[in-house]
Structure formats: C-alpha cells, structure tokens
C-alpha cells in the first residue's frame, strides 16, 4: 500500500493514480487530502503538491490536474529523462524532473487530439501531428518506461513495498471489412463486377466471381479455415471485428441478412468472440452504433461488448460515449492508421477518461500495436523489414508484461500474400517465446 497526499482532490488526481498505481505498477494506493494523517502515517508515501513536505517522496505538482477547462496548446519539451522529452518539468526539489502524474493523464488520456485541427482525409487525427512522432518516440510505450522507473525508485525507498507480477497477453485480431470478394454480394452488385471484369479485360476475376458464387469456400476473401487453423496450432487468442453497416463507398460487407453471411459470423462465434467494427459513418453516430451492434447480436445470438471503429476513425468523445451508451466495455481502436507502434503511450489496457465531463469512465481501452495495412501499404515495407518492425513492438511489449493487439484483414490472407502470411504465422510464434 502506498499513500499519496495531494493538496486538492480531484477527478484527474484520482485517475492518473490509479492509472499508474493500480493499473500499471499493480499495488494498492490510498489517496488523502489530510495532511495530517499523511505526516502520521508510517505507509510508504508520496507528497504531490506544490511545495515540499516535512515527510515522503516528493513530486511537484504541476497545474494539469487541479484544471477543469481545456486548451489546445501543446506542452512543450524542455530536456530529456531516460532518453525521453520532458514533459511538465518540476525542480531539483522533486524527486523526478518532471510531473509523471500529469504526463501519465496528458497522453493516456488523448488529450492532444482533443479540438485538432489539422485531420487526414478520413477526419482522423494523424501521426505524423502527434507529439509522440514529432519527439520520435511512438515505437516505444514511454508511459511504461517512466512508470517502471518510478516503480524502481520506490522500491528503492521502501523496500517492503511489492508489485504483483502482470503476465504477457498477445491478442490477434482480424477485422472482418470485406467478408467476401464476390460472394453473398447479391444480383445487382456481382452483375456490375461481372460486366467491369469483362470490358477491362480481367477474365481471372471473372472466373473466381463465378466459382466463388457457386461455392462461398472457393471465395478468395473466404480464408477464415487458415486464420483459425494458425490460431489454433500456435494456441493464440484470436477475435474478430465484423463489419455490419448498409453498404456504402466505404462499408461493402453481404447485407446482414444474407443467409450465408450470417452462417459464416454463427460459425466463426462458435469459438472466438465476435467484436462490433462500426461503419465508417457511426464513429460520432449513436443510432447507428445502436443499430449494427443489435444486428450482431441477433445474428450469432451473443451479447457484443467489444468494438474497433472502422477506418480506425474516433471522435473524442463522441465515439466512445456512444459506445458506453451502446453497452460496449472494451475498445481496440487506439491506434494510427499510417503508423504502427503506441499511440497511448502505453502497452497495458486502462479505463477511459472523458476529458470534457472531467470524469472516468467503465470502457477499457486496448491499445493496438500494429496493423498489417500499416506497414504493407501506408509504410511500404517489404515483408523482411516489416518483421523487424513486428519484432521490436513485441520485444517493448513483452519486457512489461503488457498487451499486444495485432490487426490484420481476411483479405491479407488470401493466395499471393503468402510471405505476409508467413510473417503472420512467425509473429503468433515469437509471441509464445521470451525475449
């Protein structure tokens, strides 16, 4: 147990906390405002404040805490700890250079994306805006290496303290955009493929068209056997995000509810969790999150808790409030869509704050790590280089004990993407060994 005293109790004090005491370093804490029973207490114990006290750690308090409102002004870095940017920098009075409370709350919390501006095409706050990129820092979950070392310090202090050991979880996910390529499409749209294959010439399409229509298993899109079986030889977690949106420019799923569509999802839940992948309108939609969670359910007659947003768009906070209305508890969207690595700046699942109402909230988020799309065509690595990319995210993982989602695509494992299968297969097997 460890006893904090600050001098103002508030929401963001409470959950930056417990986010770096309960949630990543694993041990109890007990927060107080009682300065008395803080001098008192024999716990191990840490002073968060504005001013030093005549007993426990010190850490200097910056404002980020104690506000309520919001801006829109970046911090700005002013030196380095531990080969990181600081960050909120305190005094040589403080036993860190720099705010690790506030830091903590600062990124998890996705505070910078917040109000951005400058967004991509799709409306996503990009990487490349992020301060993560800009200090180079994205392929390392920093968060984890500055609560570690304040971890080392108090052990340091207080050598009784003890922190509950985390096990390494590895997750692979496969994002159900585009469960077939020509078949359970319907009339109108396989006749419109049919006549575009023939007037550009591209008769290896036309023939798969017409064999995958006759039978859904000779689809090339249909590769679910060969991901299930990697899961299963290799004993990998794996969960799917089913797309489940009206069709549209962006959505171009089966309608939900065509037979074969549904026969695919009832199997695939049989033995792996089914996961909403909300259309890539319904990020800031409620109706519509509402009702394509709804639609799942009735198919595979499972409660759905679980979502990934579509095109990995997110609308802080509109997205995830609408999730926990909907009933979800769990979100695996935390990722960039043109850069790999931690966008959160932490490798371990922690609960959501909502900024603008001040107040935390149920929904876990999961931070992704990588995404096959990413690296193949955002980044355009060729497959040896993306291994070496695949490697050094699970080595940070894995050296805190920490989470790694992956994302890949069913239409990533169909024939020719055999080297990026290979690679597929490698990474489920180094996530079995240690570093």
Not at 78 to 98: A, H, K, Q
Not at 152 to 180: M, P
Not at 312 to 319: A, D
Not at 348 to 361: I, Q, S, V
Request: charged share 20%; proline share 3%.
């Amino acid at each position: 147990m460890i006893l904090v005293y600050t001098h103002t109790l508030t929401p963001r004090v409470a959950y930056a906390m417990d986010l770096v005491f309960n949630t990543v370093l694993n041990v109890q804490f007990q927060l107080t405002d009682d300065l008395q029973q803080f001098n008192l207490s024999t716990l191990p114990k840490i002073a968060y404040a504005p001013s030093q006290l005549d007993s426990g750690l010190f850490i200097r308090s910056s404002s980020l805490l104690f506000e309520e409102g919001m801006t829109t002004e970046l911090p700005e870095a002013n030196g380095t700890y531990l080969e990181f940017p600081v960050f909120f920098p305190t005094d040589s009075n403080s036993m860190l250079p720099y705010d690790i409370f506030a830091t903590v709350f600062y990124f998890a919390t996705r505070y910078e994306e917040y109000g951005a501006s400058q967004l991509d095409t799709h409306k996503r706050f990009k990487a490349e805006n992020s301060l993560a990129f800009e200090y180079q820092f994205l392929s390392k979950p920093f968060l984890n290496y500055l609560i570690g070392d304040l971890g080392q310090k108090l052990k340091t202090n207080f050598s009784a303290l003890e922190f509950k050991t985390r096990t390494f979880n590895f997750l692979s996910t496969i994002d159900i955009d585009n469960a077939f390529a020509y078949a359970h499409k319907g009339l109108k749209r396989n006749v419109a493929g049919f006549v575009k294959d023939v007037f550009t010439l591209q008769f290896t399409n036309t023939f798969s068209r017409i064999a995958s229509n006759i039978q859904d298993k000779k689809d090339p899109y249909n590769t679910f056997d060969l991901i299930n079986a990697m899961s299963q030889e290799t004993q990998t977690a794996l969960q799917y995000f089913v797309l489940l949106g009206d069709y549209s420019q962006f959505d171009k799923n089966p309608h939900y509810k065509n037979k074969g569509f549904r026969d695919l999802l009832k199997s695939l839940s049989v033995q792996h969790t089914l996961g909403l992948h909300p259309s890539y309108e319904s990020y800031s939609d409620q109706d519509k999150i509402d009702l394509e969670k709804k639609r799942l359910e009735e198919i595979i007659e499972k409660k759905v808790t679980s979502a990934r947003c579509h095109f990995l768009r997110v609308k802080f906070p509109e997205t995830y409030r609408a999730f926990i209305k909907a009933g979800i508890t769990d979100d695996y969207t935390m990722i960039y869509a043109s850069q790999c690595g931690f966008r959160t700046g932490l490798c371990t699942p922690y609960k959501w704050f909502d900024l603008e109402k001040n107040d935390a909230t149920h929904l876990t988020i999961h931070p992704s790590t990588l995404m096959e799309g990413v690296l193949r065509d955002y980044n355009k690595l060729t497959v040896a280089n993306a291994e070496v990319v695949v490697n050094q995210l699970l080595n940070e993982v894995k050296q805190f004990n920490g989470e790694f989602v992956s994302i890949f695509h069913n239409d990533s494992f169909m024939k020719g993407q055999e080297k990026w299968i290979e690679l597929y297969k490698k990474m489920l097997q180094n996530s079995k060994t240690n570093n």
